[in-house]
């Protein structure tokens, strides 16, 4: 595992290959060591690290969270308080947007059940999509 060609750790950590490229060039991966014929050349610590770039994109981290993260992880003595506040500006976020989904869920059981199956003219699903601020009156903004 000392020396994987770019197509080995993409299946290896299971991700694609413009994915590393891009990494590399934004620099959450180093730009690795390439052979004479200009192939990328990978080891472990490349393997550690886009593992840890994955799992905290699975997790839904941007970015430059994932930056952050990084650096901390370089600094083993350090406090995590740090790392816990990247952690913790993302859960809100979460949060938030759960909260947003929970609306949204509401908003469409409501439109459903208003439905009649009746005519297209008298469908309450297009009456409700047409007027918009009549279901942001009657339940509440949904953004």
Same mark, same amino acid.
């Given at each position: 595992?000392?020396?994987?060609?770019?197509?080995?750790?993409? /299946?290896?950590?299971?991700? +694609?290959?413009?994915t590393i490229r891009y990494y590399e060039q934004i620099g959450l991966l180093h730009a690795p060591p390439r052979t004479e014929g200009r192939q990328r050349r990978y080891g472990p610590d490349d393997v550690s690290r886009?593992?840890?770039? &994955? %799992?905290?994109?699975?997790? *839904?981290?941007?970015?430059?969270?994932? &930056?952050?993260?990084? =650096?901390?992880?370089?600094?083993?003595? $350090? =406090?995590? %308080?740090?790392?816990?506040?990247?952690?913790? &500006?993302?859960?809100? =976020?979460? $949060? /938030?947007?759960?909260? !947003?989904?929970?609306?949204?869920?509401?908003?469409? /059981?409501?439109?459903?059940?208003?439905?009649? %199956? *009746?005519?297209?003219?008298?469908?309450?699903?297009?009456?409700?999509?047409?007027?918009?601020? !009549?279901? &942001? %009156?009657?339940?509440? +903004?949904? =953004?």
């Amino acid at each position: 595992m000392t020396d994987l060609s770019i197509g080995d750790l993409s /299946r290896r950590v299971a991700v +694609k290959v413009p994915t590393i490229r891009y990494y590399e060039q934004i620099g959450l991966l180093h730009a690795p060591p390439r052979t004479e014929g200009r192939q990328r050349r990978y080891g472990p610590d490349d393997v550690s690290r886009l593992s840890f770039i &994955r %799992h905290a994109r699975d997790l *839904g981290f941007d970015v430059e969270a994932i &930056r952050e993260l990084l =650096s901390l992880s370089t600094q083993p003595d $350090e =406090s995590c %308080h740090p790392a816990d506040q990247i952690v913790l &500006r993302h859960l809100e =976020s979460v $949060e /938030r947007r759960i909260a !947003q989904l929970t609306l949204l869920r509401s908003e469409l /059981r409501h439109m459903l059940e208003e439905c009649r %199956h *009746g005519p297209m003219r008298e469908c309450r699903i297009i009456q409700v999509l047409a007027d918009h601020d !009549q279901c &942001r %009156h009657e339940h509440g +903004k949904v =953004s």
